[in-house]
């Protein structure tokens, strides 16, 4: 099962656990971890369902380029990092 992994800056705020999902797209994901904590969503996506600018999502080590479909392809052994971007001096 795919591994999704959440910054500590958002525990801040809510739990955010280290899951497992079977889900075999980026998106699929999401809605699966969204599904089990609802909160999530909004710190992770936008009111239009698309990436909000201050998170990045880096898959198997690669950061995923599409922020409105999220469609990227997971493989049963991925590992997602959902970061938020950090900014300032």
Do not use: C, K, W
Request: hydrophobic share 40%; aromatic share 6%.
């Amino acid at each position: 099962m795919a591994t999704i992994v959440f910054t500590q800056q958002l525990a801040r705020f809510l739990p955010v656990p280290q899951l497992a999902t079977d889900a075999t797209t980026l998106r699929s994901a999401l809605d699966n971890v969204f599904a089990a904590n609802s909160r999530l969503r909004g710190y992770v996506l936008d009111d239009q369902g698309r990436l909000r600018d201050n998170v990045v999502i880096f898959i198997d080590g690669r950061r995923t380029r599409e922020r409105v479909r999220l469609d990227d392809p997971l493989r049963p052994d991925s590992t997602i990092h959902i970061l938020q971007a950090l900014s300032g001096g």
